[in-house]
């Protein structure tokens, strides 16, 4: 049965009034996310048109923030979390956790949640760090009694939480299970899932296991080559079957006058500018506070304000 109006309302205030809205990112993956605007972190998820056992997820926040994460569950104790920084090679590195009080929550080594990164080749950049993510059975967890915690997808709303510290850093950067800091952030939020789904799914999750295309080489230069030194050769080719003619009628020696003088051919190659202006693609990262890349939309998108910290191209 559908969800009334009155009934998320009613659990918005009961979660500081936070409820996700649609969000799509540079891949043209569209989400329901919320944004904490104090940390610049942003959290969302994207379902399949009929859901199973799998969503695709994001997380992204500012460079500096020291860890981000979000619980599947809403709160801290008893929720699968997962928790995530970038490290010195630029990478993002995470496990999931799970926590029985409040202390730093341990690794979550169950059998069950599985996590696969998608593009990993945009997840640091110079301003923000990005996780994206196909998480398979993220939807229900153990505990340690042999309880199960779970949430819908089928479902149209759940709630949903996010923690995080803005500058420290974990213990070990380089260990993804390492100790984190008590959070200086957090917040839950209602996350509507019936609007979380899309017919574009599958295509979504195709394209980001593919990985990026590869790039198709330019040959400007070369083919301009190529014909001025085919027409070389042709010429050079006329010329050598001249002297035939010549030794065969020496009576016109102006023949051969006239052909020593054809002047030789010089290619002009196109000229290629030094420096083409870099265009942000639609769905891309134009502006925020921080954003240091280019912000000239391409041609059909402009650069519009999502929140203070993230403007895009659309």
């Known amino acids: 049965m559908k969800l009334t109006i009155a009934f998320v309302l009613a659990a918005a205030t009961a979660i500081s009034a936070q409820i996700s ?3 799509t990112d540079q891949h043209g993956i569209t989400y329901q996310a919320i944004t904490h605007e104090s940390s610049g972190t942003i959290f969302g998820i994207a379902l399949p048109e009929n859901p199973t056992d799998e969503f695709i997820g994001q997380i992204t926040t500012r460079l500096e923030t020291g860890w981000a994460g979000v619980s599947f569950g809403g709160g801290m104790i008893n929720n699968l979390l997962w928790v995530g920084w970038p490290n010195s090679a630029k990478e993002v590195v995470g496990t999931f956790r799970l926590a029985d ?9 169950a059998p069950g949640p599985e996590m ?15 996780h994206t993510f196909i998480c ?4 229900k967890w153990l505990l340690a009694d042999g309880y199960e915690q779970s949430f819908d997808l089928a479902g149209d709303f759940a709630v949903m939480g996010y923690a995080g510290h803005t500058e420290a850093i974990p213990d070990d950067p380089e260990d993804p299970t390492s100790d984190v800091q008590q959070h200086n952030f957090f917040g839950q939020f209602g996350m509507i899932l019936s609007d979380a ?32 030194t085919s027409s070389l050769t042709s010429i050079t080719s006329t010329i050598t079957s001249i002297p035939s003619i010549t030794s065969t009628v020496t009576s016109i020696p102006s023949v051969t006058s006239t ?6 051919v010089t290619p002009t190659p196109t000229t290629i500018p030094s420096q083409i202006p870099e265009t942000v693609p ?7 506070i921080g954003y240091k890349g280019p912000k000239n939309c391409a041609s059909g998108s402009r650069c519009t304000t999502l929140n203070s910290y993230y403007h895009q191209c659309l």
């Open 136 to 139: 398979k059975n993220c939807h």
């Open 21 to 23: 809205e649609a969000y």
């Open 101 to 109: 009080s409040y202390t730093v929550p341990p690794p979550f080594t």
């Open 197 to 228: 789904r899309s017919a574009e799914y599958e295509t979504w999750r195709a394209a980001a296991l593919a990985g990026p295309a590869e790039p198709e080489p330019t040959s400007t230069v070369t083919s301009v080559t190529a014909t001025a």
């Open 259 to 264: 052909i020593t003088s054809i002047p030789s």
């Open 116 to 130: 696969t990164p998608i593009y990993t080749d945009t997840a640091v950049n110079d301003t923000h760090w990005t």
């Open 282 to 288: 639609r769905w891309g990262q134009c502006g925020g």
